[in-house]
């Protein structure tokens, strides 16, 4: 009698997502940014005799504030976390960027908690921190 062979079925791969060492990484990059904005913001600033408060006031919320849901929406994410090979996207498609008014909103809420909103990144299989529950984002590898 002859044996044949079963090709075994093919599985797919689970998607990989970044724990919370990667989305650390990423955070300590951006706080690096963001201080050679501030940085290069004042030397700018000192090249020239009079500026605004508006002005002044307008690039300190622009680097604090818009800077990681500017780059989220446009590009899926900061120099952070394309430095560390992550992404932000929508949860229910990952292949589009999580809108402005979104990406605010998790920007917000993850800058009230802090690392607190890293709690939840073990307890779920998309690693979904707090900010992504409020949302409906998720971090992947790009």
Known sequence: MEETVVDPVPVVDPINYPGVSER???????SMVIVFMMIGATYLFAQFDDVSAQVRTGTFIFIFGLYDPTMTSLFGGTLGHRSMGIRVSRKSDHGKNVAFPLA????????????LSLLTVGSSKARLAIHDMAVGSVVLYR
């Open 24 to 30: 650390v990484k990423a955070t300590v990059m951006d």
């Open 104 to 115: 605010l909103i998790r920007y917000v809420v993850k800058a009230m908690l802090g690392w």
